[in-house]
């Protein structure tokens, strides 16, 4: 039924926001920067699995080689 399905995701979406939050929280006391965790963690691995899409972290941008 669509209805549940839109239910779901609407609490899919507080779920996710809720594990951003709590991981966003951690790293800031930890002084962790997450977006630099992001980025070295996506391109390990995309290169791991032979991907040619990469984040660039000066520039916030995704590049395909």
């Known amino acids: 039924d669509q209805s549940q399905?839109?239910?779901?995701k609407?609490?899919?979406e507080k779920e996710f926001a809720d594990v951003v939050?709590?991981?966003d929280l951690l790293a800031?006391?930890?002084?962790v920067d997450m977006a630099e965790c992001i980025v070295s963690k996506f391109n390990e691995t995309s290169n791991k699995v032979g991907l040619k899409?990469?984040?660039d972290s000066q520039y916030g941008a995704v590049v395909v080689s």
């Open 5 to 8: 399905l839109e239910g779901f």
């Open 10 to 12: 609407k609490q899919l």
């Open 21 to 23: 939050i709590c991981v």
């Open 28 to 31: 800031m006391r930890l002084a």
């Open 53 to 55: 899409t990469m984040l």
